[in-house]
T-cell receptor, first 114, second 115 residues
Framework: NAGVTQTPKFQVLKTGQSMTLQCAQDMNHEYMSWYRQDPGMGLRLIHYSVGAGITDQGEVPNGYNVSRSTTEDFPLRLLSAAPSQTSVYFC?????????????FGPGTRLTVT | AQKVTQAQTEISVVEKEDVTLDCVYETRDTTYYLFWYKQPPSGELVFLIRRNSFDEQNEISGRYSWNFQKSTSSFNFTITASQVVDSAVYFCALSDPNTGNQFYFGTGTSLTVIP
């Protein structure tokens, strides 16, 4: 199993550009989520999904969109990049909640917006 | 509201010393889960332990041990005989099944083990 994969690993955008961060998992996990990690702030939840076709907002959803058309994939879209979105982005997956399981994290995407 | 506090921002110890990383959490729910993750300099997040709110037994795994105390809302992590490879940022997290399995992370503790 590849686990949770993310592409790209690094990305530089100009203000106003849009892009999609890709996330895929091959563990048949129902639950997937996106976090951003900023210095001194830990990881903050952006969006999450409890299954295909179901998404919800986390703590910091503004400026980001998600969709979940398959169990495996959970892309994160930046609609119009801003310097405040410079961060490291992590995708994670786990089994269905109800009995909270640990989340498995991808390797991260380091995004810089200039 | 759920909240996790890791008051120790940075800790430095000399190799072979013991070190305890503190984690204090807040939640109104009776069912919740606590986690520790390690983030080495390479950047990936590595799961260390999961504990549910009904299990207050301490756990030991090699040089790692965890002390869960509901009375003080704490879930502290101790590394015994620290090694240079333990140098990393450690995150404590809280998950509440009643809020869609959202994870609430602390701000992390950066541990440096000096050889």
């Amino acid at each position: 199993n590849a686990g949770v994969t993310q592409t790209p690993k690094f990305q530089v955008l100009k203000t106003g550009q849009s892009m999609t961060l890709q996330c895929a998992q091959d563990m048949n996990h129902e639950y997937m989520s996106w976090y951003r990690q900023d210095p001194g702030m830990g990881l903050r939840l952006i969006h999450y999904s409890v299954g295909a076709g179901i998404t919800d907002q986390g703590e910091v959803p503004n400026g980001y969109n998600v969709s979940r058309s398959t169990t495996e994939d959970f892309p994160l879209r930046l609609l119009s990049a801003a310097p405040s979105q410079t961060s490291v982005y992590f995708c994670a997956s786990s089994y269905v909640p109800g009995d909270s399981y640990e989340q498995y994290f991808g390797p991260g995407t380091r995004l810089t917006v200039t | 509201a759920q909240k996790v506090t890791q008051a120790q921002t940075e800790i430095s110890v000399v190799e072979k010393e013991d070190v305890t990383l503190d984690c204090v959490y807040e939640t109104r729910d009776t069912t919740y889960y606590l986690f520790w993750y390690k983030q080495p300099p390479s950047g990936e997040l590595v799961f260390l332990i999961r504990r549910n709110s009904f299990d207050e037994q301490n756990e030991i795994s090699g040089r790692y041990s965890w002390n869960f105390q509901k009375s003080t809302s704490s879930f502290n992590f101790t590394i015994t005989a620290s090694q240079v490879v333990d140098s990393a940022v450690y995150f404590c997290a809280l998950s509440d099944p009643n809020t869609g399995n959202q994870f609430y992370f602390g701000t992390g503790t950066s541990l440096t083990v000096i050889p």
